[in-house]
C-alpha cells in the first residue's frame, strides 16, 4: 500500500489582487469577459484572482478561478477572444500590446460577486492598487472574505 501525502495535504492555493478598470469589471461579473488581458504575468500559477475595480470605484468587488493562462502574439489572442468571450475589440487588444510581441490571456471561471464590495484599506494598512497584480497570502484573503460579509451582518 502506498501513501500519497500529496493528497493528503493539498497546497494552498495561490491567490493574487489584480486591479482592472470598472468598465471591465461589469463584463466579467456579467459572464461577457471570460479572458483578462495582460502584457505582463505571474512567474507562478495563479488559482485565484481578486478582483480590485479601479477608480472610481476603488472596491475589491469578487473573485474568480483561473481556469488556464495563455501567452501568446497579439493575433493569437486577438483568436482566443473571439473563441472563448474576451469582451474586447480586436483594436483594443492590438492598441494594448503594441510594442509587445507576446502578451497572456488569463481564462477566467467562477466567477464571485460580493454582495457587499470590500473597501481595500479596511484590509490593508496603506492599500494603494497594484499596477498588475500581488500576491495575497491566505490570511489576508480570509481577510476580504470577511469584510465582505460583515456588511450583511
Do not use: H
Not at 39 to 66: F, H
Not at 108 to 129: C, L, N, Q, R, S
Amino acid at each position: 500500500m502506498t501513501t500519497r501525502t500529496k493528497d493528503l495535504f493539498p497546497k494552498p492555493p495561490k491567490i493574487a489582487l489584480i486591479s482592472i478598470r470598472p468598465c471591465f469589471v461589469e463584463k466579467i461579473l456579467s459572464g461577457e469577459k471570460r479572458l483578462e488581458f495582460r502584457r505582463s504575468w505571474a512567474a507562478e500559477p495563479v488559482d485565484v484572482l481578486v478582483i480590485y475595480s479601479s477608480s472610481p470605484t476603488q472596491k475589491i468587488v469578487g473573485t474568480v478561478n483561473v481556469a488556464g493562462v495563455t501567452e501568446g502574439s497579439p493575433t493569437a489572442l486577438w483568436k482566443l477572444a473571439k473563441e472563448k468571450g474576451g469582451g474586447v475589440t480586436r483594436q483594443l487588444i492590438y492598441d494594448y500590446f503594441e510594442g509587445k510581441k507576446t502578451g497572456f490571456a488569463i481564462e477566467i471561471a467562477d466567477i464571485f460577486e460580493f454582495e457587499y464590495p470590500v473597501d481595500p484599506k479596511k484590509v490593508f494598512k496603506g492599500f494603494f492598487a497594484p499596477q498588475s497584480f500581488r500576491y495575497l497570502d491566505t490570511k489576508d484573503y480570509n481577510k476580504i472574505l470577511q469584510q465582505s460579509w460583515k456588511a450583511s451582518i
